[in-house]
């Protein structure tokens, strides 16, 4: 690959990843700035590829020490998606911890913003996966 093309690689990677990180201390809601192997936002199928991007994800660890993850999902297509977004926790070595969070269900409007919520089962979530496909349902 040429210089030029492995610049260019990196700077639409670096943008693609913008907005992971990890919180800071207990309570503190922080936007995430850098990327890290554990943190993530993915796509499992095609129309949410082309459609949905996360806008932001912030974390905090709660009061009783458990990880929450709120992340805010924007729709940039021409119209309104049904979405099933999911949260896979993980341990301190990137490993998924048996319990997950439930599966939730949004609409995002075209060109909308909606944010979702996930907390931590347990105390041995340090690190996480936002998964988002586009779904149907009744």
């Known amino acids: 690959m040429k210089p030029n093309g492995i610049a260019l690689l990196l700077c639409v990677t670096a943008l693609l990843l913008a907005g ?20 993530s936002f993915v796509t499992m199928n095609k129309a949410a590829q082309a459609a949905i991007e996360c ?4 974390t905090r660890t709660l009061p009783d020490g458990r990880l929450e993850v709120v992340a805010n999902l924007r729709n940039t ?3 309104s ?6 949260c896979v926790f993980k341990d301190t070595q990137g490993r998924a911890l048996k319990d997950e ?11 909308a913003l909606e944010t979702v ?14 998964r988002v496909s586009a779904a149907r349902w009744m």
Do not use: N
């Open 20 to 39: 992971c990180a990890s919180t800071d201390g207990p309570g503190a809601a922080a936007p995430m700035a850098g990327a890290d192997e554990h943190e």
């Open 55 to 58: 806008a932001e994800i912030f």
């Open 77 to 79: 297509g021409d119209y």
């Open 81 to 86: 998606l049904r979405l099933k977004t999911s």
């Open 101 to 111: 969070a439930p599966v939730l269900k949004v609409e995002v409007a075209a060109g």
């Open 117 to 130: 919520r996930f907390t931590a089962p347990s105390l041995a979530a340090q690190h996480f996966t936002v």
